[in-house]
């Protein structure tokens, strides 16, 4: 392995999380909501969800969002429908990876940046790290976040800004991430890259990267 490499940055969805767009775009058409696809990008968000993430809107406010765009007003559908039907943008984390981590933790700072939001991060994300009894604090040295930062990949802001918080340097961390997007805006500010390609495994990106 790579001497100069003392740090690794995640991506979460994608990466260490399996994801599922169209499950979410389909519980949200099935509450009414009219637009749920346009709103829902696998990489780059829009509209209310693009403010989520950002922490430029409250979950209350995106459920009103949502119910804003259902026909007659949605006055039926609870926050907690709303929050369900968000949730199942995300399947879940293999167990081995967890296992995973845990074990790169031996060797490096294992960091995590995530466009996310509080309903995602605080509900079904934090459950899938409980799979080993453990918490995600138990998995990461570190973590940014997209609506605690108020800013989001691709950005290169919220790069410069996860370097600050992390107190991490770029050119000794390896930024893994499922868009090429994202390792474009991160390879701008110094960080090492590795793609994780759809249905591969992080740790195969890390060890190809690592030769």
Known sequence: MSKTIRN???DLGGVI???ERERC???LTALGMEGANEMLGLYVQSGPF???EEGEMTPHEFCDEVRSRIPGGGGDVTDE?????LNAFLIGIPEHRLVELRML???FGIYLLSNTNPIMYYSKIAECFRAEGLEMSDYFDGRVTSFESHLAKPSREIFEYAIEHLG????ETLFIDDSQKNLDSAAEVGFETALV???SEFIDAIGEWMG
Do not use: S
């Open 168 to 171: 991490i340097k770029p050119e």
């Open 8 to 10: 690794l940055l995640f």
């Open 25 to 27: 775009v389909e519980a």
């Open 105 to 107: 933790r031996k060797d």
């Open 197 to 199: 390609v759809p249905g």
């Open 50 to 52: 693009l403010k989520l």
């Open 81 to 85: 429908q709303v929050q369900a039907a």
């Open 17 to 19: 999380m399996d994801i």
